[in-house]
């Protein structure tokens, strides 16, 4: 891989991606939304690019110009959990996946990676494997899903090679947004209450850096058509992992665990990965446990909070 075109580059993931590529002497062309360019890293090997993602021709150009090994769609509009169901956000980024693959076969740009999310399947009973059948939970997985399945079918008539990622939850420094790592390290750095449901659900957490590494050698190595889980392979009740994190802040803090009913008709979710595919096709490995990268995560929030 030379070059690469990242489309969000200017988002948490973005960004993280960015300085990986460079790591290697990859070319990066970091798009992302008119005035926002100056969140994408400044760097030497970093071309800034604001496009109007949904223009086909613009972007097919850009691609032109660029001629990428590997073109990272990663912008989604409405990734915190407390915009997952509005619907209207949600389903105005399938258009845009579409648009991408379109704009990827006009130019000639051969490989695309597209992150899509476990949750697609978090009510399916299974272990994910990629293979499942769709069963989401709110109007950000169902979408997801959706441009997966379109995606898909564009590719193989296309004969455009996709590699399709279904990620575990994320965490790590200079993730901000609502989700449930951040709530709770921020309400007990404060010294607030929290609430939750039981908290029973099976989930798998990839540290940032994992994810970046897995994103890298999908664009190096992601056969054809292969849609991968991405996680750490490792999973537990939620409320294992809020007692870590409640452990290393604030140990005599209470917990709200059971305080709030399940989001979906009472039932929990789960999200447990089958990384195996990834592992053989790629060499993958997880290096960063959710000890190590909770710990630097909960730094990284100390020092926001202390710098008020």
Request: hydrophobic letters at 40%; glycine letters at 12%.
């Amino acid at each position: 891989m030379k070059r690469a075109v990242i489309s969000g580059a200017g988002g948490f993931i973005g960004r993280s991606l960015t300085k990986r590529l460079l790591a290697e002497n990859i070319q990066v062309y970091g798009i992302d939304v008119e005035g926002a360019q100056g969140r994408i890293l400044a760097e030497p090997g970093v071309t800034p690019l604001s496009v109007d993602i949904g223009d086909r021709r613009a972007l097919s150009n850009i691609l032109k110009v660029a001629r990428p090994d590997v073109f990272y769609h990663l912008a989604w509009a409405g990734v915190s959990t407390d915009v997952k169901n509005e619907v209207g956000t949600q389903l105005s980024n399938i258009p845009l996946a579409l648009t991408a693959l379109e704009a990827s076969v006009e130019s000639g740009c051969g490989h695309v990676v597209i992150p899509g999310s476990a949750s697609e399947y978090a009510y399916c009973g299974q272990t994910i494997d990629g293979r499942n059948t769709p069963a989401p939970g709110d109007a950000y997985a169902a979408s997801k899903a959706a441009a997966q399945v379109l995606c898909q079918w564009y590719a193989r008539q296309h004969g455009l090679h996709l590699n399709w990622l279904l990620i575990g939850s994320i965490y790590g420094p200079g993730r901000n947004d609502s989700n449930i790592l951040t709530y709770t390290i921020k309400a007990l750095l404060r010294g607030e209450k929290t609430e939750y449901s039981s908290l029973e659900q099976l989930w798998d957490y990839i540290y940032i850096d994992d994810l970046i590494e897995a994103l890298y050698l999908v664009g190096l190595r992601g056969k054809p058509g292969g849609v991968y889980p991405v996680g750490s392979g490792q999973a537990q009740p939620l409320a294992g992992y809020i007692r870590q994190i409640q452990a290393a802040i604030a140990p005599e803090a209470a917990l709200g665990i059971g305080a709030l009913p399940y989001k979906l008709g009472g039932k929990p979710d789960h999200s447990v990965l089958d990384i195996r595919r990834l592992q053989e096709d790629t060499g993958f490995t997880p290096q960063v446990t959710f000890e190590e990268g909770i710990g630097r995560t909960i730094a990284y929030f100390r020092e926001m909070e202390q710098g008020k």
